[in-house]
């Protein structure tokens, strides 16, 4: 199978497990960090049940469009201090979000306190562990989560982005994560780590993908867990 197109399953395949995992609450607020266009954040509420939708997005047009998708949108910058007060949401989600912040620590102190009592957040993240990136670093590649360039993705043959350009601005990995580093990062803010599932094993094929992830998550593609605060 083209490496491509299998990326995108496994993306698709991830937004499942996310979807899992959400909570039917009609009477819920939701924020979905990083909603880009509110394409999956609308159907993140779909899910939940609610009609009580936020997002947060730092690019204009972006978030002009997610407005227009019918988004409460913050237009604020994740690395900084949410102009949200403290106990405001029941459900939080960030996908593909952490991985492009340079203040980790501050996020998962905002989630936290913006999050209501007993409330929850999903948070899914490239896995530095995947078997795909032990198996770039044995012949001396980069791993495919860790960008070293701010312009262009560089130092791994395997990798069929190797080449093309970022897709813009706040699209570098700036931090990578494993299994044991996120779930003692997430503790150590605070949270109780409900949930943690592996999505994806490249270069396999989903039909055997989702067997080693569910029996070795620790070098899944994905990490994707649920916190209760």
């Known amino acids: 199978m083209e490496l491509?197109?299998?990326?995108?399953?496994?993306?698709?395949?991830?937004?499942?497990?996310?979807?899992?995992?959400?909570?039917?609450?009609?009477?819920?607020?939701?924020?979905?960090?990083?909603?880009?266009k509110g394409d999956f954040t609308k159907i993140l509420a779909e899910k939940v049940g609610t009609d009580?939708?936020?997002?947060?997005?730092?690019?204009?047009?972006?978030?002009r469009l997610a407005k227009e998708n019918g988004i409460n949108v913050y237009r604020v910058n994740l690395n900084g201090r949410l102009p949200i007060e403290d106990e405001t949401f029941d459900v939080v989600f960030a996908n593909q979000v952490i991985e492009h912040l340079y203040e980790t620590d501050l996020f998962l102190k905002e989630i936290y306190r913006i999050l209501k009592n007993r409330g929850y957040t999903i948070i899914s993240t490239p896995n530095l562990a995947g078997f795909h990136n032990i198996f770039s670093l044995i012949f001396g590649?980069?791993?495919?989560?860790?960008?070293?360039?701010?312009?262009?993705?560089?130092g791994n043959s395997f990798d069929p982005k190797r080449g093309m350009k970022h897709g813009g601005k706040g699209a570098v990995h700036l931090r990578t994560f494993t299994h044991e580093g996120l779930k003692e990062l997430f503790e150590y803010h605070g949270f109780k780590v409900e949930k943690i599932v592996g999505v994806g094993y490249y270069p396999i094929p989903n039909t055997i993908a989702r067997f080693l992830s569910r029996i070795d998550r620790k070098h899944a593609v994905y990490l994707t867990m649920k916190l209760r605060k």
């Open 4 to 36: 491509l197109s299998l990326y995108r399953q496994v993306d698709e395949e991830n937004r499942r497990f996310i979807l899992n995992m959400a909570e039917n609450n009609p009477h819920a607020k939701l924020l979905d960090c990083g909603c880009e």
């Open 141 to 154: 590649k980069q791993p495919f989560p860790a960008h070293i360039s701010n312009e262009v993705i560089l």
């Open 52 to 63: 009580d939708v936020w997002g947060i997005e730092f690019l204009d047009e972006t978030a």
